[in-house]
Nanobody, 117 residues
Framework: QVQVVESGGGLVQAGGSLRLSCAVS????????ADWYRQAPGKQRELVAGIRSGGSTNYADSVKGRFTISRDNAKSTVYLQMNSLKPEDTAVYYCNVILTYNPRGYWGQGTQVTVSS
């Protein structure tokens, strides 16, 4: 059973920073890529950032220049560094991991990020 565990959320003031972690119970060689999504109350889940095995990354326009996605293969962990946070970044952040042998994607339980103004 593949496990995906997010951590690092919390309460921060506007302009502050947080780093989210997504730990995967799989060898890094089995991880094709990972995406961070977020869902604010009353809104649809949206893609925030993604990273693929070759190192390519993509970002939502709303977070470009402020968020950085990265991975540590030795730890099978994907990170989301979030700087210059805004109140509109408040949401539950989820990690979705795509494995090489199963493209359906595996979700974590989410981590709450709250940005106060």
């Amino acid at each position: 059973q593949v496990q995906v565990v997010e951590s690092g959320g919390g309460l921060v003031q506007a302009g502050g920073s947080l780093r989210l972690s997504c730990a995967v119970s799989e060898s890094a060689s089995n991880i094709n890529g990972a995406d961070w999504y977020r869902q604010a109350p009353g809104k649809q889940r949206e893609l925030v950032a993604g990273i693929r095995s070759g190192g390519s990354t993509n970002y939502a326009d709303s977070v470009k220049g402020r968020f950085t996605i990265s991975r540590d293969n030795a730890k099978s962990t994907v990170y989301l560094q979030m700087n210059s946070l805004k109140p509109e970044d408040t949401a539950v952040y989820y990690c979705n991991v795509i494995l090489t042998y199963n493209p359906r994607g595996y979700w974590g339980q989410g981590t709450q990020v709250t940005v106060s103004s």
